[in-house]
């Protein structure tokens, strides 16, 4: 049950967090809520990713869990790393324009 409480609170701040994303990132904010949401289901009912590790083929929940987190993880650093390149990108062709128009 303690566990369970401090799951809930992490999983409250992340929403907190979400809520807090304005709606710049709607559907950024939309799959997060959707992930917090199960997560609060799967905290407060854990048999139920046991049921659904047995229908994929899984043998635990909590392996199931981990492959879905494993699967998020890896998504999430792929964003990262091409919003990161885009940036790059962008601030290299603001380097070009500032130096070509500061040619004396």
């Known amino acids: 049950m303690i566990i369970q409480i401090i799951l809930s609170l992490g999983l409250a701040g992340c929403l907190f967090y979400v809520i807090?994303?304005?709606?710049?990132?709607?559907?950024?904010?939309?799959?997060?809520?959707?992930?917090?949401?199960?997560?609060?289901?799967f905290v407060w009912i854990p048999d139920i990713?046991?049921?659904?590790?047995?229908?994929v083929g899984v043998g635990?929940?909590?392996?199931?869990?981990?492959?879905?987190?494993?699967?998020?993880?890896?998504?999430?650093?792929?964003?990262?790393?091409?919003?990161?390149?885009e940036q790059s990108e962008a601030l290299t062709q603001l380097a070009r324009l500032i130096a070509l128009n500061n040619v004396d």
């Open 49 to 55: 990713t046991n049921s659904i590790a047995r229908m």
């Open 20 to 41: 807090s994303l304005g709606k710049a990132y709607r559907s950024m904010r939309i799959i997060l809520f959707s992930v917090i949401a199960v997560g609060f289901v």
């Open 60 to 85: 635990r929940g909590a392996d199931l869990i981990m492959y879905i987190w494993i699967v998020l993880n890896l998504l999430f650093i792929l964003r990262l790393h091409i919003k990161l390149r």
